[in-house]
């Protein structure tokens, strides 16, 4: 009789402890903010700009810089900008300015013809990419 209490009672001690572990290990840290940033498309989001920005991270609050090139943001622009968002409670680190940089890559004319020769491959009677000749 005393036998099935204890075993539940310990059931539920066991249940409560995981859960507790469980609760601790997926916390999600305090929203910091990053110094330097760099993107790759024509938009900065707030997951750009900040780590453990958990749901709100692929929120866009900038436009990005032109390609290929770095600009910065003020912080305190970037902070109300966040808080319009409901991000709040930034660790700056003490930051006064971040630096965004948006990747670009050049180009060679060659890749450029080829990219259209492939294009054009097999189209209207066209044969093979490497026998279509194209030039810029």
């Given at each position: 009789?005393?036998?099935?209490?204890?075993?539940?009672?310990?059931?539920?001690?066991?249940?409560?402890?995981?859960?507790?572990?469980?609760?601790?290990?997926?916390?999600?840290?305090?929203?910091?903010?990053?110094?330097?940033?760099?993107?790759?498309?024509?938009?900065v989001r707030?997951?750009?700009?900040?780590?453990?920005?958990?749901?709100?991270?692929?929120?866009?609050?900038?436009?990005a810089p032109?390609?290929?090139?770095?600009?910065?943001?003020?912080?305190?622009?970037?902070?109300?900008?966040?808080?319009?968002?409901?991000?709040?409670?930034?660790?700056?680190?003490?930051?006064?300015?971040?630096?965004?940089?948006?990747?670009?890559?050049?180009?060679?004319?060659?890749?450029?013809?080829?990219?259209i020769a492939?294009?054009?491959?097999?189209?209207?009677?066209?044969?093979?990419?490497?026998?279509?000749?194209?030039?810029?």
């Open positions: 009789m005393i036998t099935r209490p204890l075993l539940l009672a310990a059931a539920l001690l066991a249940a409560t402890v995981t859960a507790s572990a469980q609760t601790r290990n997926d916390a999600i840290g305090a929203p910091v903010l990053r110094a330097n940033v760099t993107v790759s498309s024509d938009l707030i997951g750009d700009v900040i780590d453990n920005a958990g749901t709100s991270g692929q929120i866009a609050i900038y436009r032109d390609l290929g090139t770095t600009g910065s943001l003020p912080v305190a622009q970037l902070l109300t900008a966040l808080s319009a968002h409901q991000v709040i409670g930034v660790d700056t680190r003490g930051l006064r300015e971040i630096s965004v940089t948006r990747l670009a890559r050049t180009l060679e004319i060659r890749e450029i013809e080829l990219a492939r294009a054009l491959e097999r189209r209207n009677g066209l044969g093979d990419a490497q026998n279509i000749s194209v030039h810029l």
